[in-house]
Protein backbone atom coordinates (compact mmCIF):
# COMPACT_ATOMS: atom_id res chain seq x y z
CA UNK A 1 0.00 0.00 0.00
CA UNK A 2 1.18 3.39 -0.66
CA UNK A 3 1.65 5.86 2.05
CA UNK A 4 0.86 9.14 2.42
CA UNK A 5 3.76 11.51 2.77
CA UNK A 6 2.66 13.13 5.62
CA UNK A 7 0.16 11.74 8.23
CA UNK A 8 -0.54 14.23 11.34
CA UNK A 9 -3.92 12.77 13.31
CA UNK A 10 -5.00 15.05 16.55
CA UNK A 11 -1.86 16.70 16.94
CA UNK A 12 -1.13 18.96 20.03
CA UNK A 13 1.92 20.87 21.56
CA UNK A 14 2.25 22.42 24.59
CA UNK A 15 5.19 24.36 25.76
CA UNK A 16 6.37 25.03 29.43
CA UNK A 17 3.89 24.89 32.30
CA UNK A 18 1.21 26.75 34.35
CA UNK A 19 1.25 31.07 33.66
CA UNK A 20 4.22 30.10 31.34
CA UNK A 21 1.96 27.20 29.51
CA UNK A 22 2.13 28.41 25.34
CA UNK A 23 -0.23 25.87 23.00
CA UNK A 24 1.33 26.35 19.82
CA UNK A 25 -0.77 23.65 18.40
CA UNK A 26 -4.32 22.20 18.59
CA UNK A 27 -5.79 18.90 17.19
CA UNK A 28 -4.47 19.28 14.19
CA UNK A 29 -5.50 16.63 11.38
CA UNK A 30 -3.37 16.86 8.05
CA UNK A 31 -2.66 14.51 5.44
CA UNK A 32 0.57 15.07 2.38
CA UNK A 33 -0.28 12.73 -0.46
CA UNK A 34 2.78 11.19 -1.88
CA UNK A 35 4.36 13.82 -4.30
CA UNK A 36 1.58 16.37 -3.36
CA UNK A 37 2.78 20.33 -2.56
CA UNK A 38 0.79 21.86 0.42
CA UNK A 39 1.68 25.06 1.51
CA UNK A 40 1.03 26.13 5.38
CA UNK A 41 0.06 29.92 5.88
CA UNK A 42 -0.69 31.94 9.02
CA UNK A 43 0.04 34.66 11.34
CA UNK A 44 3.49 34.66 13.21
CA UNK A 45 3.25 32.89 15.87
CA UNK A 46 0.49 30.02 14.92
CA UNK A 47 2.93 26.89 14.84
CA UNK A 48 3.43 26.43 11.09
CA UNK A 49 7.32 25.97 11.92
CA UNK A 50 6.45 23.90 15.28
CA UNK A 51 3.88 21.58 13.32
CA UNK A 52 7.02 21.11 10.65
CA UNK A 53 9.51 20.92 13.36
CA UNK A 54 7.59 17.96 14.22
CA UNK A 55 7.39 15.91 11.01
CA UNK A 56 11.07 16.47 10.33
CA UNK A 57 11.56 14.96 14.10
CA UNK A 58 13.20 18.11 15.72
CA UNK A 59 10.49 18.29 18.35
CA UNK A 60 7.86 15.57 19.61
CA UNK A 61 4.34 16.27 19.79
CA UNK A 62 2.93 16.86 23.54
CA UNK A 63 -0.29 14.19 22.14
CA UNK A 64 -1.49 12.70 18.96
CA UNK A 65 -0.18 10.95 16.10
CA UNK A 66 2.05 11.70 13.10
CA UNK A 67 4.05 9.29 10.60
CA UNK A 68 6.27 9.86 7.41
CA UNK A 69 5.83 7.39 4.31
CA UNK A 70 3.73 5.06 7.20
CA UNK A 71 6.89 5.51 9.58
CA UNK A 72 7.66 7.41 12.37
CA UNK A 73 9.04 10.57 12.13
CA UNK A 74 12.50 9.49 14.09
CA UNK A 75 12.63 6.34 11.78
CA UNK A 76 12.20 8.50 8.21
CA UNK A 77 14.51 10.99 9.52
CA UNK A 78 17.00 7.38 9.93
CA UNK A 79 15.92 6.45 6.61
CA UNK A 80 16.43 9.50 5.02
CA UNK A 81 13.22 10.03 3.76
CA UNK A 82 13.02 14.13 3.69
CA UNK A 83 15.58 16.86 2.59
CA UNK A 84 15.29 20.01 4.92
CA UNK A 85 15.78 23.59 3.53
CA UNK A 86 15.06 26.58 5.86
CA UNK A 87 14.84 30.56 5.65
CA UNK A 88 18.60 30.82 6.29
CA UNK A 89 19.98 28.95 3.58
CA UNK A 90 22.72 27.07 6.72
CA UNK A 91 25.60 26.35 4.18
CA UNK A 92 29.19 25.95 5.69
CA UNK A 93 30.53 28.77 4.78
CA UNK A 94 34.61 27.15 4.60
CA UNK A 95 33.29 24.75 2.27
CA UNK A 96 32.68 24.71 -1.77
CA UNK A 97 29.36 24.93 -3.53
CA UNK A 98 30.08 21.08 -4.12
CA UNK A 99 31.64 20.61 -0.38
CA UNK A 100 28.16 21.62 0.96
CA UNK A 101 26.05 19.96 -1.44
CA UNK A 102 27.82 16.78 -0.85
CA UNK A 103 28.23 16.95 2.91
CA UNK A 104 25.29 14.50 3.74
CA UNK A 105 26.33 12.08 1.17
CA UNK A 106 29.99 12.09 2.82
CA UNK A 107 28.22 11.92 6.06
CA UNK A 108 26.05 8.70 4.99
CA UNK A 109 28.89 7.10 3.86
CA UNK A 110 28.54 7.33 -0.26
CA UNK A 111 31.90 6.53 -1.66
CA UNK A 112 33.54 9.49 -3.73
CA UNK A 113 32.77 8.48 -7.12
CA UNK A 114 29.39 8.31 -7.02
CA UNK A 115 28.96 11.52 -4.29
CA UNK A 116 31.27 13.18 -7.42
CA UNK A 117 28.36 12.00 -10.06
CA UNK A 118 25.66 13.09 -7.77
CA UNK A 119 26.52 16.17 -7.13
CA UNK A 120 27.12 17.18 -10.70
CA UNK A 121 23.52 16.15 -11.42
CA UNK A 122 22.15 18.29 -8.62
CA UNK A 123 24.29 21.04 -9.29
CA UNK A 124 22.81 20.94 -12.64
CA UNK A 125 19.21 20.41 -11.63
CA UNK A 126 19.35 24.00 -9.78
CA UNK A 127 21.67 25.59 -12.93
CA UNK A 128 24.88 26.16 -10.59
CA UNK A 129 27.59 23.63 -12.64
CA UNK A 130 29.40 26.93 -13.34
CA UNK A 131 29.91 27.19 -9.40
CA UNK A 132 30.95 24.32 -7.62
CA UNK A 133 33.97 25.43 -6.69
CA UNK A 134 32.84 28.70 -5.61
CA UNK A 135 32.48 29.60 -1.72
CA UNK A 136 28.55 30.40 -0.34
CA UNK A 137 29.67 34.27 0.38
CA UNK A 138 30.99 34.49 -3.93
CA UNK A 139 26.96 33.92 -4.11
CA UNK A 140 23.84 35.68 -3.91
CA UNK A 141 20.86 34.95 -1.66
CA UNK A 142 19.24 33.20 -4.26
CA UNK A 143 22.00 31.02 -5.40
CA UNK A 144 22.62 30.21 -2.14
CA UNK A 145 19.45 29.71 -1.35
CA UNK A 146 19.82 27.20 -4.79
CA UNK A 147 22.82 25.03 -2.97
CA UNK A 148 20.88 24.48 0.16
CA UNK A 149 17.53 22.86 -1.80
CA UNK A 150 20.29 20.70 -3.85
CA UNK A 151 21.49 19.76 -0.80
CA UNK A 152 18.22 18.94 0.64
CA UNK A 153 17.97 16.57 -2.82
CA UNK A 154 20.97 15.14 -2.19
CA UNK A 155 19.55 11.81 -1.01
CA UNK A 156 16.56 11.76 -3.24
CA UNK A 157 14.09 12.46 -0.69
CA UNK A 158 10.67 11.66 -1.51
CA UNK A 159 9.43 14.59 0.86
CA UNK A 160 11.07 18.28 1.09
CA UNK A 161 10.29 20.37 3.89
CA UNK A 162 10.57 23.75 3.94
CA UNK A 163 10.34 27.06 6.47
CA UNK A 164 9.92 29.98 4.11
CA UNK A 165 13.03 29.55 2.13
CA UNK A 166 12.62 32.28 -0.35
CA UNK A 167 11.62 34.66 2.72
CA UNK A 168 14.94 36.69 2.41
CA UNK A 169 15.02 37.05 -1.05
CA UNK A 170 13.59 39.95 -2.97
CA UNK A 171 10.67 40.01 -5.28
CA UNK A 172 12.32 39.25 -8.57
CA UNK A 173 14.57 36.47 -7.44
CA UNK A 174 11.91 34.99 -5.04
CA UNK A 175 9.70 34.09 -8.18
CA UNK A 176 12.56 33.21 -10.12
CA UNK A 177 12.91 30.27 -7.20
CA UNK A 178 9.20 29.65 -6.78
CA UNK A 179 9.69 28.69 -10.95
CA UNK A 180 13.05 26.77 -9.80
CA UNK A 181 11.23 24.26 -7.14
CA UNK A 182 8.15 23.54 -9.85
CA UNK A 183 10.45 22.20 -12.26
CA UNK A 184 12.88 20.79 -9.52
CA UNK A 185 9.68 18.80 -7.76
CA UNK A 186 8.61 18.39 -11.53
CA UNK A 187 11.64 16.21 -11.99
CA UNK A 188 11.70 14.82 -9.13
CA UNK A 189 8.02 14.06 -8.21
CA UNK A 190 9.05 15.12 -4.30
CA UNK A 191 5.93 15.79 -2.10
CA UNK A 192 6.66 19.37 -0.63
CA UNK A 193 5.77 20.58 3.26
CA UNK A 194 6.04 24.94 2.73
CA UNK A 195 5.51 27.56 5.46
CA UNK A 196 5.51 30.63 3.78
CA UNK A 197 3.91 33.96 4.94
CA UNK A 198 3.22 34.78 1.08
CA UNK A 199 0.22 34.00 0.33
CA UNK A 200 0.50 34.69 -3.81
CA UNK A 201 3.52 32.38 -3.15
CA UNK A 202 1.27 29.74 -1.74
CA UNK A 203 -1.54 29.90 -4.57
CA UNK A 204 1.44 29.38 -6.95
CA UNK A 205 3.37 26.40 -5.78
CA UNK A 206 0.85 24.46 -4.14
CA UNK A 207 -1.66 21.58 -4.82
CA UNK A 208 -3.60 22.78 -1.88
CA UNK A 209 -2.88 25.60 0.65
CA UNK A 210 -3.49 24.82 4.58
CA UNK A 211 -4.83 27.93 6.19
CA UNK A 212 -3.70 28.12 9.87
CA UNK A 213 -5.52 30.60 13.18
CA UNK A 214 -3.37 32.67 15.67
CA UNK A 215 -2.61 30.62 18.90
CA UNK A 216 -3.55 27.95 19.34
CA UNK A 217 -2.61 26.96 15.84
CA UNK A 218 -5.42 24.95 14.17
CA UNK A 219 -6.33 24.08 10.97
CA UNK A 220 -9.30 26.56 10.12
CA UNK A 221 -9.56 25.72 6.40
CA UNK A 222 -7.78 24.80 3.21
CA UNK A 223 -7.75 26.06 -0.12
CA UNK A 224 -7.91 23.19 -2.98
CA UNK A 225 -6.47 25.42 -5.10
CA UNK A 226 -5.82 22.71 -8.22
CA UNK A 227 -9.04 20.70 -7.45
CA UNK A 228 -11.06 23.51 -7.37
CA UNK A 229 -10.77 24.66 -10.97
CA UNK A 230 -8.90 27.59 -9.61
CA UNK A 231 -5.61 27.24 -11.64
CA UNK A 232 -5.61 24.04 -14.05
CA UNK A 233 -3.75 21.04 -12.48
CA UNK A 234 -0.68 20.87 -14.54
CA UNK A 235 -0.41 24.73 -14.86
CA UNK A 236 2.62 26.31 -12.92
CA UNK A 237 4.00 27.91 -15.96
CA UNK A 238 5.33 31.72 -14.68
CA UNK A 239 2.00 33.19 -16.29
CA UNK A 240 -0.42 31.51 -14.38
CA UNK A 241 0.06 34.13 -11.93
CA UNK A 242 -2.10 36.53 -14.00
CA UNK A 243 -4.88 33.98 -14.92
CA UNK A 244 -8.46 35.21 -13.02
CA UNK A 245 -8.37 31.68 -11.52
CA UNK A 246 -5.06 32.28 -9.34
CA UNK A 247 -6.10 35.89 -8.10
CA UNK A 248 -9.61 33.70 -6.93
CA UNK A 249 -6.99 31.43 -5.17
CA UNK A 250 -5.38 33.98 -3.56
CA UNK A 251 -8.76 36.00 -2.73
CA UNK A 252 -10.04 32.84 -0.96
CA UNK A 253 -6.94 31.79 1.32
CA UNK A 254 -7.28 36.27 2.05
CA UNK A 255 -10.56 35.44 3.44
CA UNK A 256 -9.86 32.64 5.08
CA UNK A 257 -6.76 34.31 6.93
CA UNK A 258 -8.65 37.53 7.68
CA UNK A 259 -12.15 35.33 8.34
CA UNK A 260 -13.87 37.71 6.33
CA UNK A 261 -16.79 35.77 4.07
CA UNK A 262 -15.13 34.11 1.19
CA UNK A 263 -16.14 34.79 -2.79
CA UNK A 264 -18.25 31.97 -3.84
CA UNK A 265 -16.16 29.75 -6.06
CA UNK A 266 -17.38 27.23 -8.78
CA UNK A 267 -15.46 24.95 -11.07
CA UNK A 268 -17.19 27.82 -13.89
CA UNK A 269 -15.50 30.85 -11.92
CA UNK A 270 -16.92 33.30 -9.26
CA UNK A 271 -20.30 33.31 -8.11
CA UNK A 272 -21.17 37.02 -8.45
CA UNK A 273 -24.37 37.05 -6.55
N1 LIG B 1 10.88 25.76 22.11
C1 LIG B 1 9.85 26.55 22.42
N2 LIG B 1 9.59 26.89 23.70
C2 LIG B 1 8.53 27.68 24.02
N3 LIG B 1 7.68 28.19 23.12
C3 LIG B 1 7.90 27.89 21.83
C4 LIG B 1 8.98 27.06 21.41
N4 LIG B 1 8.92 26.94 20.05
C5 LIG B 1 7.87 27.67 19.66
N5 LIG B 1 7.25 28.23 20.71
C6 LIG B 1 6.03 29.07 20.67
O1 LIG B 1 5.05 28.37 19.94
C7 LIG B 1 4.31 29.27 19.12
C8 LIG B 1 4.39 28.82 17.67
O2 LIG B 1 5.71 29.08 17.18
P1 LIG B 1 6.12 28.79 15.67
O3 LIG B 1 7.55 29.19 15.52
O4 LIG B 1 5.75 27.42 15.31
O5 LIG B 1 5.18 29.81 14.88
P2 LIG B 1 5.19 30.22 13.34
O6 LIG B 1 3.78 30.14 12.87
O7 LIG B 1 6.17 29.39 12.59
O8 LIG B 1 5.66 31.72 13.44
P3 LIG B 1 6.39 32.68 12.37
O9 LIG B 1 5.43 32.81 11.22
O10 LIG B 1 6.58 33.96 13.12
O11 LIG B 1 7.68 32.01 11.99
C9 LIG B 1 4.88 30.65 19.38
O12 LIG B 1 4.10 31.30 20.33
C10 LIG B 1 6.26 30.36 19.93
O13 LIG B 1 6.66 31.39 20.81
Same mark, same amino acid.
Given at each position: ?????????? +??????????? +????????LTVA??EFVSLIGP??C?K? &?L???????? #????? %????????????? =???????????? /??????????? +? %? =? *??????? !? &??????? #????????????????????? !?? /????????????????????M? %? *?????? %?? &?????Q???? $?????????VLFVTHSIPEAVFLSDRVVVMS *? $????ITGIVDVRAD?MV????R !?? /?A????GFFRAVGEVRSLLH? &? *?A??V?? $? /???? $?
Amino acid at each position: MNHPAIEVRG +VNRVFGKGRKQ +VDALSDVDLTVADGEFVSLIGPSGCGKS &TLLRLVADLD #VATSG %ELAVFGKSARQAR =LDQEYGIAFQQS /GLLPWRTVAGN +V %E =L *PLKLHGV !S &TEIRRRR #VAELLELVGLSDFAKSHPDQL !SG /GMQQRVAIARALAESPRLLLMD %E *PFGALD %EI &TRERMQNELV $RICAETGAAVLFVTHSIPEAVFLSDRVVVMS *P $RPGRITGIVDVRADGMVAAHDR !SA /GARDEEGFFRAVGEVRSLLHG &T *PAPAVTA $R /GVDS $R
